[in-house]
């Protein structure tokens, strides 16, 4: 019930699509679900979060979709670009955000020139 | 503002011998969380401290510790290293809502 669902594993875009990753979770006490981005050999990054009080939220190229009652949450990011390539990993955590972070396996995303 | 700094950047250490790893928070967070990022395994949390005391353990064995000290820096201490213990152990420090993380630390058991 602690685990968050992550897909697809790996994903190849054209640069200028659009780069979706989705990610499922049982525990519906689960109350904060950040984005992070991480680059080899590099700390993930925070991209985006989101509360469950909020259907979508969106920074920039990024955007975050949130469906409460599928217990679901998807990362869009638009007009991708190469620099986008990276690793992508969705996670969720309790106490509005104050507990241990469970992380998803992560997203391998690669965007072509 | 600085971000989350951890040391060292690498350790290599043979199997049986200790590790310890340390970290320093961006001013002005008080918790400090610990995960571990081993090779398909994914990110998985270790341990969290908050205000000097330990918050919350993740499902390790007790040769897995650490301590937080008053300016808030926190080390991670492993004992009796065994190979699969080879990853990169990341520190994140924690404002409002969010966990910001370092850049980890590469530890390698031979």
């Known amino acids: 019930q602690q685990q968050v669902k992550q897909s697809p594993q790996s994903l190849i875009v054209q640069k200028g699509g659009i780069s979706i990753i989705n990610c499922a979770y049982e525990n519906t006490a689960f109350d904060y679900f950040p984005w992070y981005q991480q680059f080899p050999g590099k700390g993930p990054a925070l991209l985006i979060a989101i509360r469950p009080d909020v259907s979508e939220k969106k920074e920039g190229r990024f955007t975050i979709s949130f469906n409460k009652s599928a217990k679901q949450f998807s990362l869009h990011i638009m007009d991708s670009q190469p620099g986008d390539s990276a690793t992508y990993f969705c996670?969720?955590?309790?106490?509005?955000?104050?507990?241990?972070?469970?992380f998803g396996k992560g997203t391998k995303l690669t965007v072509n020139p | 503002e600085a971000g989350v700094t951890q040391s060292p950047t690498h350790l290599i250490k043979t199997r049986g011998q200790q590790a310890t790893l340390r970290c320093s928070p961006i001013s002005g967070h008080t918790s400090v969380y610990w995960y571990q990022q081993a090779l398909g395994l994914g990110l998985q949390f270790l341990l969290w401290?908050?205000?000097?005391?330990?918050?919350n353990r993740g499902n390790f064995p007790p040769r897995f510790s650490g301590r937080q000290f008053p300016n808030y820096s926190s080390e991670l201490n492993v004992n009796a290293l065994e190979l699969e213990d080879s990853a990169l152990y990341l520190c994140?420090?924690?404002?409002?809502?969010?966990?910001?993380f370092g850049p980890g630390t590469r530890l390698t058991v031979t």
């Open positions: 401290y908050d205000e000097g005391e330990e918050r």
């Open positions: 996670a969720a955590s309790m106490g509005g955000g104050s507990e241990k972070l469970v």
């Open positions: 994140a420090s924690k404002g409002s809502y969010e966990q910001y």
